[in-house]
DNA sequence: CCATTGACCGGCT
DNA sequence: TAGCCGGCCAATG
């Protein structure tokens, strides 16, 4: 492989037009494990300077369905789901986040637990939570 | 080219 | 705890 990113189950070659952190954003997305959750600061973060948590957003939006990126593991800072509560992307993708274990409490999950730092967290420290 | 808009974030009151 | 606010940057009209 290149130096470039490249998404193991996307071919990004051929959807031109698309910026390289734009394709950085799809990476890191794609590679989110079942049952956690990554903030769009982190994913912004991780894919390189060059974009903001903003763009991340946009970035998800433009994914072709065909690329069947886990778009639902990514939440906002405050580990809540980002869509208006009622609309059908809200539903759909907290369903899809508690299939996979993920739990809501008040409308909100605990970062701490599935989230990027909790995970450092039980790496490092063993699962204390 | 300028203005507005977002599935946002962090600091500050 | 809850808002407000400025910053962020690509897309859109």
Redesign the pocket.
């Known amino acids: 492989m290149g130096g470039k990113l490249t998404l193991a189950s996307a071919n990004p070659d051929a959807m031109p037009g698309v ?1 390289d952190w734009v394709q950085n954003v799809w990476h890191v997305v794609h590679g989110i494990p079942r049952g956690c959750v990554l ?3 982190e994913v912004s973060r991780l894919a390189g300077p ?9 970035a ?2 433009k994914a072709p369905g065909s690329m069947k990126l886990p ?1 639902h593991r ?1 939440i ?3 580990g809540r789901i ?2 208006p509560q009622g609309s059908g992307s809200y539903r759909q993708q907290k369903s899809r986040l508690e299939k996979e274990g993920v739990v809501f409490l008040n409308g909100k999950t605990d970062l701490n637990r599935y989230g990027y730092a909790g995970a450092l967290d039980r790496l490092l420290w063993g699962s204390k939570l």
């Open positions: 910026s903030t769009y600061g060059g974009g903001s948590p903003r763009v991340v957003s946009k998800l939006g778009w990514v906002n800072s405050q980002s869509f």
